[in-house]
């Protein structure tokens, strides 16, 4: 026998958006948050930097929504994970002559999040974007 069927309906309002809000997506809300911060603290006059050099955090903007679209700094970025993860393992206790046989002792977990960071690092280059034009 086959297993029922679920109509769509059925699928959770939490788990639709969990799966909607994906990392791309809070990597754009967190930088287009974070710009949105600063810009009321200059209205309000707390942060005077803002006001003074305006033109400097537009520059900054565009220079990380470039560098994240870099596909040198995407493979340098790459390379420091990769090797930042050889020594984590499951006990944190790697011999030696493992670290090179096996590099990826790391939990099946942290590797898949780590990747979907690397993978959804254009929310950062879509949100410095959006936030260097406004």
């Given at each position: 026998?086959?297993?029922?069927?679920?109509?769509?309906?059925?699928?959770?309002?939490?788990?639709?958006?969990?799966?909607?809000?994906?990392?791309?997506?809070?990597f754009f809300t967190f930088c287009v948050t974070l710009n949105g911060i600063g810009l009321v603290l200059a209205v309000l006059n707390k942060f005077p930097y803002a006001k003074n050099?305006?033109?400097?955090?537009?520059?900054?903007?565009?220079?990380?929504?470039?560098?994240?679209?870099?596909?040198?700094?995407?493979?340098?970025?790459?390379?420091?994970?990769?090797?930042?993860?050889?020594?984590?393992?499951?006990?944190?206790?790697?011999?030696?002559?493992?670290?090179?046989?096996?590099?990826?002792?790391?939990?099946?977990?942290?590797?898949?999040?780590?990747?979907?960071?690397?993978?959804?690092?254009?929310?950062?280059?879509?949100?410095?974007?959006?936030?260097?034009?406004?």
């Open positions: 026998m086959a297993p029922p069927k679920f109509p769509l309906h059925h699928i959770r309002k939490r788990t639709k958006f969990v799966l909607w809000f994906n990392v791309y997506r809070r050099h305006l033109g400097s955090l537009v520059l900054g903007n565009l220079f990380m929504a470039i560098l994240m679209r870099n596909e040198l700094f995407l493979r340098f970025l790459y390379l420091i994970v990769i090797h930042g993860l050889r020594g984590v393992s499951r006990l944190n206790v790697t011999p030696l002559c493992l670290m090179f046989v096996h590099p990826f002792q790391s939990p099946l977990w942290l590797r898949l999040g780590i990747t979907s960071v690397l993978q959804h690092i254009g929310g950062i280059h879509s949100g410095c974007a959006v936030s260097g034009s406004a």
